[in-house]
Protein backbone atom coordinates (compact mmCIF):
# COMPACT_ATOMS: atom_id res chain seq x y z
CA UNK A 1 0.00 0.00 0.00
CA UNK A 2 3.13 2.26 1.10
CA UNK A 3 4.78 1.43 -2.31
CA UNK A 4 1.72 2.09 -4.53
CA UNK A 5 1.35 5.62 -2.95
CA UNK A 6 4.78 6.44 -3.13
CA UNK A 7 4.26 5.57 -6.88
CA UNK A 8 1.52 7.83 -6.94
CA UNK A 9 3.25 10.79 -5.54
CA UNK A 10 6.30 10.36 -8.02
CA UNK A 11 3.65 10.19 -10.82
CA UNK A 12 2.49 13.79 -9.86
CA UNK A 13 5.68 15.19 -9.43
CA UNK A 14 7.05 13.96 -12.59
CA UNK A 15 3.61 15.41 -14.43
CA UNK A 16 4.23 19.01 -12.52
CA UNK A 17 7.90 18.83 -14.01
CA UNK A 18 7.06 18.37 -17.43
CA UNK A 19 4.25 21.35 -16.83
CA UNK A 20 6.95 23.72 -15.86
CA UNK A 21 9.58 22.55 -18.30
CA UNK A 22 7.06 22.47 -20.89
CA UNK A 23 6.29 27.14 -19.86
CA UNK A 24 9.59 27.24 -19.59
CA UNK A 25 10.26 26.06 -23.11
CA UNK A 26 7.10 28.58 -24.53
CA UNK A 27 8.62 31.98 -22.26
CA UNK A 28 12.29 31.39 -23.58
CA UNK A 29 13.29 31.25 -27.29
CA UNK A 30 14.64 28.05 -28.61
CA UNK A 31 18.36 28.55 -28.23
CA UNK A 32 20.45 27.18 -31.18
CA UNK A 33 24.66 26.08 -30.79
CA UNK A 34 26.90 27.55 -33.22
CA UNK A 35 30.60 27.29 -33.87
CA UNK A 36 32.77 31.09 -34.07
CA UNK A 37 35.48 32.19 -35.72
CA UNK A 38 38.02 31.20 -32.69
CA UNK A 39 36.21 28.01 -32.83
CA UNK A 40 34.34 27.80 -29.43
CA UNK A 41 30.96 27.08 -29.30
CA UNK A 42 28.33 29.65 -29.09
CA UNK A 43 24.44 29.65 -28.36
CA UNK A 44 22.36 32.01 -30.52
CA UNK A 45 18.65 32.89 -30.59
CA UNK A 46 15.98 32.33 -33.29
CA UNK A 47 16.44 36.15 -35.32
CA UNK A 48 15.18 37.31 -38.47
CA UNK A 49 17.18 40.22 -40.32
CA UNK A 50 15.62 42.96 -42.65
CA UNK A 51 16.69 46.02 -44.91
CA UNK A 52 14.20 48.44 -46.23
CA UNK A 53 14.98 52.06 -47.49
CA UNK A 54 12.54 54.82 -47.07
CA UNK A 55 12.19 58.43 -49.40
CA UNK A 56 10.00 61.06 -48.82
CA UNK A 57 9.89 64.63 -50.76
CA UNK A 58 9.72 67.97 -48.87
CA UNK A 59 8.66 71.34 -50.06
CA UNK A 60 11.87 73.74 -50.63
CA UNK A 61 12.05 76.45 -47.74
CA UNK A 62 15.76 78.20 -48.62
CA UNK A 63 17.11 78.65 -52.25
CA UNK A 64 20.30 79.19 -53.32
CA UNK A 65 21.20 80.66 -56.40
CA UNK A 66 24.88 81.29 -57.90
CA UNK A 67 25.89 83.73 -60.54
CA UNK A 68 29.32 84.70 -61.67
CA UNK A 69 30.71 88.49 -63.19
CA UNK A 70 33.21 87.87 -65.84
CA UNK A 71 35.05 91.10 -67.09
CA UNK A 72 37.68 91.77 -70.23
CA UNK A 73 39.92 93.83 -71.53
CA UNK A 74 43.04 94.94 -72.69
CA UNK A 75 43.89 96.86 -70.03
CA UNK A 76 44.44 95.57 -66.32
CA UNK A 77 43.08 98.69 -64.52
CA UNK A 78 40.56 99.48 -66.70
CA UNK A 79 39.49 95.35 -66.12
CA UNK A 80 39.55 95.86 -62.81
CA UNK A 81 37.60 99.41 -61.99
CA UNK A 82 34.80 97.60 -64.64
CA UNK A 83 34.58 94.72 -62.47
CA UNK A 84 33.86 96.88 -59.23
CA UNK A 85 30.85 99.26 -61.40
CA UNK A 86 29.38 96.10 -62.65
CA UNK A 87 29.22 94.36 -59.37
CA UNK A 88 27.02 97.38 -57.96
CA UNK A 89 24.76 96.01 -60.69
CA UNK A 90 24.17 92.86 -58.71
CA UNK A 91 23.80 94.59 -54.93
CA UNK A 92 21.15 97.05 -56.70
CA UNK A 93 18.96 94.19 -57.78
CA UNK A 94 19.39 92.47 -54.67
CA UNK A 95 18.32 95.64 -52.57
CA UNK A 96 15.30 96.43 -55.21
CA UNK A 97 13.91 92.99 -54.35
CA UNK A 98 14.02 93.87 -50.42
CA UNK A 99 16.97 90.92 -49.83
CA UNK A 100 19.79 91.46 -47.34
CA UNK A 101 23.17 92.00 -48.31
CA UNK A 102 23.68 89.40 -45.73
CA UNK A 103 22.51 87.03 -47.68
CA UNK A 104 25.17 87.74 -50.59
CA UNK A 105 28.19 85.83 -50.52
CA UNK A 106 30.69 86.34 -52.66
CA UNK A 107 34.53 85.41 -53.40
CA UNK A 108 37.37 87.20 -54.03
CA UNK A 109 37.81 88.44 -57.60
CA UNK A 110 40.07 86.11 -59.33
CA UNK A 111 42.41 88.50 -62.50
CA UNK A 112 44.19 86.15 -64.98
CA UNK A 113 46.36 87.25 -68.19
CA UNK A 114 44.67 86.24 -71.82
CA UNK A 115 47.12 84.79 -73.98
CA UNK A 116 46.76 84.37 -77.76
CA UNK A 117 49.16 81.78 -79.67
CA UNK A 118 50.05 82.39 -83.04
CA UNK A 119 52.82 80.74 -85.13
CA UNK A 120 54.72 79.20 -82.23
CA UNK A 121 54.78 82.48 -80.49
CA UNK A 122 52.37 83.62 -77.53
CA UNK A 123 51.02 86.81 -76.80
CA UNK A 124 49.37 88.88 -74.11
CA UNK A 125 45.94 89.86 -75.30
CA UNK A 126 44.68 91.09 -72.47
CA UNK A 127 43.36 90.38 -69.10
CA UNK A 128 40.32 88.48 -67.74
CA UNK A 129 38.33 89.16 -64.29
CA UNK A 130 35.79 86.82 -62.33
CA UNK A 131 34.12 86.60 -59.59
CA UNK A 132 31.42 84.68 -58.27
CA UNK A 133 27.90 85.16 -55.95
CA UNK A 134 25.84 83.05 -54.19
CA UNK A 135 22.46 84.70 -53.17
CA UNK A 136 20.12 82.60 -50.47
CA UNK A 137 16.37 83.70 -50.17
CA UNK A 138 13.29 81.86 -48.29
CA UNK A 139 11.21 82.10 -51.12
CA UNK A 140 10.84 80.86 -54.58
CA UNK A 141 9.51 84.10 -55.80
CA UNK A 142 12.13 85.90 -54.86
CA UNK A 143 14.75 83.52 -56.28
CA UNK A 144 13.18 83.24 -59.78
CA UNK A 145 12.68 87.24 -60.01
CA UNK A 146 16.29 88.06 -59.12
CA UNK A 147 17.24 85.44 -61.50
CA UNK A 148 14.85 87.40 -64.03
CA UNK A 149 16.28 90.88 -63.31
CA UNK A 150 20.01 89.52 -63.69
CA UNK A 151 19.81 87.85 -66.64
CA UNK A 152 19.29 91.09 -68.92
CA UNK A 153 22.90 91.96 -67.22
CA UNK A 154 25.51 91.12 -70.34
CA UNK A 155 28.46 90.38 -67.86
CA UNK A 156 26.40 88.65 -65.64
CA UNK A 157 26.55 84.68 -66.11
CA UNK A 158 23.85 82.37 -64.10
CA UNK A 159 23.86 79.49 -62.85
CA UNK A 160 22.23 76.88 -61.35
CA UNK A 161 19.32 77.27 -58.29
CA UNK A 162 19.21 74.65 -55.32
CA UNK A 163 16.38 73.98 -53.51
CA UNK A 164 17.14 73.46 -50.01
CA UNK A 165 15.85 72.85 -46.34
CA UNK A 166 16.22 75.12 -43.29
CA UNK A 167 15.42 71.87 -40.69
CA UNK A 168 18.01 69.52 -42.43
CA UNK A 169 18.24 67.56 -38.75
CA UNK A 170 14.14 67.75 -38.34
CA UNK A 171 13.57 66.55 -41.63
CA UNK A 172 15.99 63.96 -41.74
CA UNK A 173 14.98 62.56 -37.68
CA UNK A 174 11.21 61.82 -39.66
CA UNK A 175 12.54 59.94 -42.62
CA UNK A 176 14.88 57.90 -40.56
CA UNK A 177 11.77 57.35 -37.52
CA UNK A 178 9.52 56.42 -41.15
CA UNK A 179 12.85 53.46 -42.08
CA UNK A 180 12.34 52.41 -38.55
CA UNK A 181 8.69 51.60 -38.60
CA UNK A 182 8.71 49.82 -41.85
CA UNK A 183 11.75 47.87 -41.10
CA UNK A 184 9.73 46.16 -38.07
CA UNK A 185 6.75 45.86 -39.66
CA UNK A 186 8.47 44.09 -42.72
CA UNK A 187 9.84 41.76 -39.93
CA UNK A 188 6.36 40.97 -38.29
CA UNK A 189 4.51 39.81 -41.59
CA UNK A 190 7.84 37.56 -42.40
CA UNK A 191 7.49 35.99 -38.60
CA UNK A 192 3.68 35.67 -38.59
CA UNK A 193 4.11 33.78 -41.97
CA UNK A 194 5.61 31.13 -39.82
CA UNK A 195 3.61 31.55 -36.72
CA UNK A 196 6.46 33.39 -34.71
CA UNK A 197 6.18 36.54 -32.92
CA UNK A 198 8.63 39.31 -32.49
CA UNK A 199 10.84 39.64 -29.88
CA UNK A 200 13.97 41.94 -29.11
CA UNK A 201 15.22 43.98 -31.35
CA UNK A 202 19.34 42.73 -31.67
CA UNK A 203 20.80 44.96 -34.03
CA UNK A 204 20.39 48.29 -36.03
CA UNK A 205 22.51 49.82 -38.63
CA UNK A 206 22.01 52.71 -41.08
CA UNK A 207 22.81 51.92 -44.22
CA UNK A 208 23.44 55.03 -46.79
CA UNK A 209 20.52 57.32 -47.47
CA UNK A 210 21.17 61.13 -47.42
CA UNK A 211 19.38 64.41 -49.03
CA UNK A 212 19.14 65.32 -52.39
CA UNK A 213 19.16 68.90 -53.28
CA UNK A 214 17.15 69.14 -56.87
CA UNK A 215 18.78 72.08 -58.93
CA UNK A 216 17.10 73.25 -62.18
CA UNK A 217 18.93 75.79 -64.79
CA UNK A 218 17.62 78.80 -65.76
CA UNK A 219 17.98 77.89 -69.29
CA UNK A 220 14.47 78.78 -70.85
CA UNK A 221 13.63 81.86 -68.21
CA UNK A 222 17.35 83.29 -69.42
CA UNK A 223 16.19 82.97 -73.22
CA UNK A 224 12.74 84.69 -72.32
CA UNK A 225 14.40 87.62 -70.50
CA UNK A 226 16.78 88.50 -73.37
CA UNK A 227 14.04 88.27 -75.82
CA UNK A 228 11.42 90.00 -74.01
CA UNK A 229 13.95 93.04 -73.47
CA UNK A 230 14.96 92.50 -77.36
CA UNK A 231 11.81 92.79 -78.77
CA UNK A 232 11.08 95.82 -76.11
CA UNK A 233 8.15 93.59 -74.54
CA UNK A 234 6.69 94.65 -71.28
CA UNK A 235 8.45 93.28 -67.92
CA UNK A 236 7.63 89.90 -67.73
CA UNK A 237 6.16 87.83 -64.49
CA UNK A 238 8.58 85.75 -62.16
CA UNK A 239 9.34 82.42 -64.21
CA UNK A 240 8.98 80.27 -61.17
CA UNK A 241 9.06 76.94 -62.72
CA UNK A 242 12.28 77.46 -63.71
CA UNK A 243 13.12 77.09 -60.07
CA UNK A 244 13.36 73.28 -58.74
CA UNK A 245 11.05 73.42 -55.71
CA UNK A 246 11.26 70.14 -53.47
CA UNK A 247 14.04 67.97 -51.36
CA UNK A 248 14.73 64.94 -51.53
CA UNK A 249 15.35 62.85 -48.06
CA UNK A 250 16.00 59.13 -48.13
CA UNK A 251 17.16 56.74 -44.78
CA UNK A 252 18.42 52.89 -44.92
CA UNK A 253 18.27 50.55 -42.16
CA UNK A 254 19.49 47.29 -41.63
CA UNK A 255 17.54 45.49 -38.27
CA UNK A 256 18.31 42.06 -37.03
CA UNK A 257 14.99 40.89 -34.57
CA UNK A 258 15.06 38.36 -32.17
CA UNK A 259 11.99 35.63 -33.33
CA UNK A 260 10.06 33.72 -30.49
Known amino acids: MIAKL ?3 ICLVLLIACA ?3 IRTVKAEPAVVPAVSSDGTTVYDVPKIEVSVSESKKFAADKFEMGFSLEIRGRDKDAVTRRMAERRSVIFENVKSLEIPQSNVEQNSVDVRKDWSY ?3 KRELVGYV ?3 NFVVTVNRKIDAAALVQ ?3 AEPDVEIHRTAAQLKDVDGVQSQVIKAAGKKALAKARDYAEGVDAKLGRVLQINGEGGGITYNRRYRTNGLMMAKAAMLDGAAEMAPDENAIADSVEVSASVRI ?3 LK
Open 6 to 8: LNI
Open 19 to 21: CVL
Open 118 to 120: RSG
Open 129 to 131: ATQ
Open 149 to 151: ALA
Open 256 to 258: VVE
